[in-house]
T-cell receptor
Framework: AQSVTQLGSHVSVSEGALVLLRCNYS??????LFWYVQYPNQGLQLLLK??????LVKGINGFEAEFKKSETSFHLTKPSAHMSDAAEYFC????????????FGKGTKLTVNP | KAGVTQTPRYLIKTRGQQVTLSCSPI?????VSWYQQTPGQGLQFLFE???????NKGNFPGRFSGRQFSNSRSEMNVSTLELGDSALYLC??????????????FGPGTRLTVL
């Protein structure tokens, strides 16, 4: 069975500092991996996705993530945090073929301090 | 293109009642999935529909059901509501089913409160 672990339910950074949100996955087959962001009282917005084309994936709003098979990780980073990045971030995994089912991590709430 | 729309956005029901939530996917998308989001359990997969057929189902009791219409619109129904059904219900649509380049686009959700 697939699973996702997000280390740290809350992360706090200063404006302009590096953002690092951790995600480790478990999958018996090569996975597809996603990062979504959720702002208060809204649905999920896709930040980026890994579908085996390239290990370093660039997404929207300056975010990127690197797929590391040896570490089974897909950490999300942004060089310089902005106040508008404050939100909850979810890592998700989907298996290849057949189903659209996403398995989500528990989420990481990012706070950006001025 | 308009995004995924969900109606209603907010709903208050009492225990024992039933509720129907509606989801209209992005135009041209044929796959619709539903998720339940609660503070305790996080985001959990309910079911997935493609071409009016349920392709996959999560680990939820039979009180939770859904269907998809020929225009790809989907509804989910919860019967005999329990307090624990209070949650944000999210619908997501994608172009096809199971293809590598698929991305699920989420609607704003329906916030269900059971009193």
């Amino acid at each position: 069975a697939q699973s996702v672990t997000q280390l740290g339910s809350h992360v706090s950074v200063s404006e302009g500092a590096l953002v690092l949100l951790r995600c480790n996955y478990s999958s018996s087959v090569p996975p597809y991996l996603f990062w979504y962001v959720q702002y208060p009282n809204q649905g999920l917005q896709l930040l980026l996705k890994y579908t085996s084309a390239a290990t370093l994936v660039k997404g929207i709003n300056g975010f990127e993530a690197e797929f590391k098979k040896s570490e089974t990780s897909f950490h999300l980073t942004k060089p310089s945090a902005h106040m508008s990045d404050a939100a909850e971030y979810f890592c998700a995994v989907r298996s290849q073929g057949g189903s659209e089912k996403l398995v989500f991590g528990k989420g990481t709430k990012l706070t950006v301090n001025p | 293109k308009a995004g995924v729309t969900q109606t209603p956005r907010y709903l208050i029901k009492t225990r024992g009642q039933q509720v129907t939530l509606s989801c209209s996917p992005i135009s041209g998308h044929r796959s619709v999935s539903w998720y339940q989001q609660t503070p305790g359990q996080g985001l959990q997969f309910l079911f997935e529909y493609f071409s009016e057929t349920q392709r996959n189902k999560g680990n939820f009791p039979g009180r939770f059901s859904g269907r998809q219409f020929s225009n790809s619109r989907s509804e989910m129904n919860v019967s005999t509501l329990e307090l624990g059904d209070s949650a944000l219900y999210l619908c997501a649509s994608s172009l096809d089913a199971g293809r590598s380049l698929n991305t699920q686009y989420f609607g704003p959700g329906t916030r269900l409160t059971v009193l």
